[in-house]
């Protein structure tokens, strides 16, 4: 069975610093990958998402997230975070089921 | 945009009482899920539905059940609501094909008291 994880369950960081959220799954077949966020009592929001071609892929607020097959990873980036970027952060991978598997989450901390 | 909509944001019910929890999507989508989402837990399925009357159990299915009548309505249901089911609960839909992404639904946080 797929799984994901997501190796930290919180990253404070500081407005301006860059920030990277870990996520690593278990599956060696091919994959589709998404990265969601979460914004306190709301749904969940796709933020990007890597289905074939280019293995850097982007969001429209300035996240990235590069695929990397060998290492079964699919990290996301940003070079300088915002106090609005202050949410949870959910990976979340589909391979030959319909039911994608989540990973645990990452709270993201923007301090001022 | 594709929307998905829960009926209710905040629920309070009492130990014992039957609980539905409805969700609504207005994209045709063959696929539905009931997530419940607890600090420290991520998001657990509960059931997925892929057609019509179709169910599946997810990781969690004891003490739920759902209900699809029609393509664009989910339900779920507590039997017998417990103390232990206070959660936030989510509603998803995608299209049948396991490349496309899941649409949530803003989420129904039920507190059993």
């Known amino acids: 069975a797929q799984s994901v994880t997501q190796l930290d369950s919180q990253v404070p960081v500081f407005e301006e610093a860059p920030v990277e959220l870990r996520c690593n799954y278990s599956?060696?077949?091919?994959?589709?990958l998404f990265w969601y966020v979460q914004y306190p009592n709301q749904g969940l929001q796709l933020l990007l998402k890597?289905?074939?071609?280019?293995?850097l892929v982007e969001s429209i607020n300035g996240f990235e997230a590069e695929f990397n097959k060998s290492q079964t990873s699919f990290h996301l980036r940003k070079p300088s975070v915002h106090i609005s970027d202050t949410a949870e952060y959910f990976c979340?991978?589909?391979?030959?089921?319909?039911?994608?598997?989540f990973g645990r989450g990452t709270s993201l901390i923007v301090h001022p | 945009d594709v929307k998905v909509t829960q009926s209710s944001r905040y629920l309070v019910k009492r130990t014992g009482e039957k609980v539905f929890l409805e969700c609504v999507q207005d994209m045709d989508h063959e696929n539905m899920f009931w997530y419940r989402q607890d600090p420290g837990l991520g998001l657990r399925l509960i059931y997925f539905?892929?057609?019509?009357?179709?169910?599946e159990k997810g990781d969690i299915p004891e003490g739920y059940s759902v209900s699809r009548e029609k393509k664009e309505r989910f339900s779920l249901i507590l039997e017998s609501a417990s103390t232990n089911q206070t959660s936030m609960y989510l509603c998803?839909?995608?299209?049948?094909?396991?490349?496309?992404?899941?649409?949530f639904g803003q989420g129904t946080r039920l507190t059993v008291v």
């Open positions: 599956s060696s077949v091919s994959v589709y």
């Open positions: 890597y289905l074939s071609g280019s293995t």
């Open positions: 539905s892929y057609d019509v009357k179709m169910k």
């Open positions: 998803a839909s995608s299209y049948g094909a396991r490349r496309t992404e899941a649409f």
């Open positions: 979340a991978v589909s391979d030959g089921s319909y039911i994608p598997t």
